[in-house]
T-cell receptor, first 113, second 113 residues
Framework: SQQGEEDPQALSIQEGENATMNCSYK?????LQWYRQNSGRGLVHLIL?????REKHSGRLRVTLDTSKKSSSLLITASRAADTASYFC?????????????FGEGTQLTVNP | NAGVTQTPKFRVLKTGQSMTLLCAQD?????MYWYRQDPGMGLRLIHY???????AKGEVPDGYNVSRLKKQNFLLGLESAAPSQTSVYFC????????????FGEGSRLTVL
């Protein structure tokens, strides 16, 4: 079963616009991470936000976390064509034996030049 | 520094055949994981390892076996391939339980006819 669910499934915007993707999850988490996947490639870690954090920034990325609503959002500002990719949220249900990230189904972002 | 390397990148099997996917990491990471990615399903954890000589089942372990004889290598085996195992397989690793960032390989695309 998937812990995280992204919304929307697909998003198409023009270059320069902002892109917002949302993630909802079901159980308590230690942290939530966002990954990016270019077509035919592996996933690349973007940003991690811990359960006691509400907002985090990294370059053009802004992530928020609302543990009361069990949701997170990823905002990409001033988007570029190179931002075209699939974006996944992953929740960490870490137990006593290593990281056990659970991934959502992803949002396919297309940035049109 | 190669990171996480998966071999082979592509493979076509007939039902009932066996094969092994190799994952190698050069970052001295303790934890290694095998995921499969299917359309509309996100990534699902097959097996993982918290150190040399250890393995554990993930979300979808049936039909797969793994071994971690050396710290840098994590092997995923299919003893009798089935069409349902047609997928893209990703290996990942991480070191620090506190950061939780996964490093992914580029994927191995397997087709079972």
């Amino acid at each position: 079963s998937q812990q995280g669910e992204e919304d929307p499934q697909a998003l198409s915007i023009q270059e320069g616009e902002n892109a917002t993707m949302n993630c909802s999850y079901k159980t308590s988490i230690n942290n939530l991470q966002w990954y990016r996947q270019n077509s035919g490639r592996g996933l690349v870690h973007l940003i991690l936000i811990r359960s006691n954090e509400r907002e985090k920034h990294s370059g053009r990325l802004r992530v928020t976390l609302d543990t009361s609503k069990k949701s997170s959002s990823l905002l990409i500002t001033a988007s570029r064509a190179a931002d075209t990719a699939s974006y996944f949220c992953a929740t960490d249900a870490r137990g006593t034996s290593g990281s056990r990230l659970t991934f959502g189904e992803g949002t396919q972002l297309t940035v049109n030049p | 520094n190669a990171g996480v390397t998966q071999t082979p990148k592509f493979r076509v099997l007939k039902t009932g055949q066996s094969m092994t996917l190799l994952c190698a990491q050069d970052m001295n990471h303790e934890y290694m994981y095998w995921y499969r990615q299917d359309p509309g399903m996100g990534l699902r954890l097959i097996h993982y390892s918290v150190g040399e000589g250890t393995t554990a089942k993930g979300e979808v372990p049936d039909g797969y076996n793994v071994s971690r004889l050396k710290k840098q290598n994590f092997l995923l085996g299919l003893e009798s391939a089935a069409p349902s195992q047609t997928s893209v397989y990703f290996c990942a690793s991480d070191m620090d339980r506190n950061t939780g960032e996964l490093f992914f390989g580029e994927g191995s695309r397997l087709t079972v006819l």
